[in-house]
C-alpha cells in the first residue's frame, strides 16, 4: 500500500484539477506549477515555495499582527511578544525595550525542551514507576507479614487457656483494624505516585508534539514543568506494630497478655530521590551467554525488544527470522517483492521494518500483514534505525551510487535529510556498501560508513561531530572495516569491524575505550544493544546469533 502521502494523490489547492507539485510552507497551500504566480501575486514576501515532498521541512515563524504580510523575527522581553521588522525599527511602542532574536529563542527553546524529553522519559518517569513497584511490592507481602504476627499472637494465646480467648479475638480484630488502616495508607500513596506518573507522561507527550512541531510559536510559549514534575511528595515510613508477650497470671489477664504496639506513620520530606543512571564498568573478559543457530548463511542483520524475539534477517534471503532467547524459531515472515531486506528493524509497538532495495520501498509488518509504508525515487533505501521519539531513520544511496545520505521520517512525511557537512561536503561515502545507523541516547546519530572505513557521528541537526577510523592494536593487522553499529545505556558507541573480528567500543565523544574480541567472533556484522545493556552480534560468517556480557 503506498503513502497516503504520495503526490500523484493531492490535487491543487488553487485550481482544484491538476496534480499537486509544489507547497508553500508559509501558507500551508498545495499548488502545480501553473498556479504558483497566483499564488504568489500578493503584496506578502514571505512566500516559501518547496517541493511537495519537502513541504513543513522549514520553521514556520508567528506572523506579525500589526503588519500584514510580514513574518516575526524578534520577541520583546518586556511585551512578551513577537515582533517582525518593522515593529523595531518604525515603531516606537518597543523603543528601548530588551529586543532578542526570535531564531536565537527558538534553537534555546529547542535544545532545553530535548533536554526535557531526555530528563522526563529516562530519569523522571522511571524513578516514579520504581517507586510505585517498590510500593506494589511491599503492599502485596502486607498479607504475609500480618500473618507472621497473627501466628505469634495465637502461638502465646494457646498457652493461655480457655478464659484468654476473648482476649485473643479482641486483639486480633485490633490487628485486622491496623492492617486495614496500613493498607489504606500505602494505597493512598500509590494512587499519589500514579497521579504523578499520569502527570509525567501527559507532560512527556505534550512536550513531543512540541518538539515535533514546525510552529515556532508553540515553542516561545513552551515553560518547562520538569522542576515541578521532579517535586516528590513525603515518604511514609510505616513501622509494623508487634506483640509484646507477658508472663501468664490468671488473675491480671487483660493486662499481662500483652500489647500491640500502635502503627507507627512518618513523613520523610526528601525519602525519594531521582532515579541516577549508574555507571558501568567494562568487563575485563566478555562472557558469552548465548549462542542461536539462525540456519542462515550470510547473517545480516539482529534487533530485538525482549528476550523472546530476536529478529534476523541475511544477505541474498527473503526470509526474517524471529527466535525466542532459547534459540528456537517462532515465526518466519517473508518480504513483499521476495527479495532479500537490506535491513531490519523494531517499531516501539513491536511492528518489523525492512528496507527492500528491490521495490525501492520501507515496508511494515504488523501480525505478518506487510504495508508499505513510503516509496523513493532516484534512491535506494538501506539500513534503518527507530529514534527515541519513534522516527524513522533510513541510509540512503543513489541510483548510480554516487552519493549517500540519511533522511528522518515521522510517519510517512520526510523530515530531515543528513548529507553534507558545513563546507558542503559529502559527509558520507557515494558507495553501495554497508552504512548502518543508531541513535545515541544524547540524540547523535552515529552511522558505520564501511565504504569510508570510518564511524561518522552527527548531532540531533546534522551537524558533524567525529569521525573515527579505528585504533591500534596488535590482534587488528587489516583495515578497520566497521559494519554494524550500537549504543548503550551509558551512550557508548559500539562498532563491528568485520575485517579484525572484533568490536570496537568508544564513549559518546569518539574516544577509544577497547575491545571485545575474544568471545571466537566470525566476521561480526549486524550488532544490537538491548536495555539490559546485553550485546547480540550478528555473525556473518557461520549465521550465529550470539550474545555477549560486556559490563559489569
Known sequence: MASSNSAQDVRCDICKDAKVQMHCDFCHVNLCINCIGKHVSDNYDNHRIVAYEQRDTISIYPRCATHKGKSCEFHCKKCNTCLCSFCTTVADTH??????????????????????????AHIISPTFEE????????IANLDKEYEKLSFVLSKHGEEW???????????????????????????????????????IQETLLKVNRIEKSNYVSMFIEYSSKN????????????????FSPQTINTKQLNELFGSLTPLSITK?????????????????????????????????????????????????????????SGGSLIKTVKTESDAAPFDIALTRDGDL???????????????????????????????????????????????????????????CTMKQTIQFDNEGKPLYSGNNKMKYITENRNLNIC?????????VVVNKAGKLRFRYTGHPCTNNTKPFQ???????????????????????????????????????????????????????????????????????
Open 95 to 120: 523603543k528601548g525595550h530588551p529586543i532578542s532574536v526570535l531564531t536565537d529563542i527558538y534553537i534555546s527553546k529547542r535544545e532545553a525542551i530535548e533536554k526535557d524529553i531526555d530528563e522526563l
Open 131 to 138: 517507586i510505585a513497584t517498590g510500593l506494589e511490592s511491599e
Open 161 to 199: 487457656h480457655r478464659e484468654i480467648n476473648n482476649i485473643v479475638d479482641k486483639m486480633k480484630m485490633e490487628i485486622e483494624a491496623i492492617k486495614i488502616k496500613h493498607t489504606n495508607i500505602l494505597k493512598n500513596h500509590l494512587d499519589e505516585m500514579k497521579q504523578k506518573q499520569n502527570l
Open 227 to 242: 522542576k515541578e514534575l521532579s517535586n516528590f511528595p513525603p515518604k511514609f515510613q510505616v513501622t509494623l506494630p508487634t
Open 268 to 324: 520523610d520530606e526528601n525519602g525519594y530521590k531521582l532515579k541516577k543512571l549508574s555507571a558501568k564498568e567494562l568487563l575485563r573478559e566478555p562472557k558469552l551467554i548465548t549462542s542461536i543457530d539462525t540456519g542462515f548463511e550470510n547473517l545480516q542483520s539482529v534487533t530485538c525488544q525482549n528476550e523472546g524475539e530476536i529478529w534476523t534477517n541475511a544477505r541474498n534471503n527473503s526470509d526474517m527470522k524471529c527466535f525466542d
Open 353 to 411: 521494518l525492512y528496507s527492500d532495495g528491490k521495490s525501492r520501498t520501507l515496508n511494515k509488518t504488523i501480525n505478518e500483514e506487510k504495508e508499505e509504508m513510503i516509496r523513493l525515487k532516484n534512491w535506494v533505501p538501506k539500513q534503518l534505525c527507530i529514534t527515541s521519539s519513534g522516527d524513522l531513520l533510513v541510509t540512503m544511496c543513489s541510483d548510480d551510487f554516487t552519493q549517500s545520505k540519511v533522511v528522518r521520517f515521522s510517519g
Open 447 to 455: 552511522l558505520a560508513d564501511s565504504g569510508a572505513n570510518a564511524v
Open 482 to 552: 566497521p559494519i554494524g553499529i550500537t549504543t548503550d545505556s551509558q551512550c557508548q558507541i559500539l562498532t563491528a569491524d568485520e575485517a579484525n573480528n572484533c568490536i570496537h567500543i568508544l564513549d559518546k565523544d569518539g574516544q577509544f575505550l577497547g575491545f571485545i574480541g575474544n568471545c571466537n567472533l566470525k566476521n561480526p556484522y549486524g550488532i544490537y544493544v538491548n536495555k539490559n545493556d546485553d550485546l547480540y552480534i550478528a555473525e556473518n560468517t557461520g549465521g550465529k546469533v550470539k550474545k555477549i556480557q560486556y559490563l559489569k
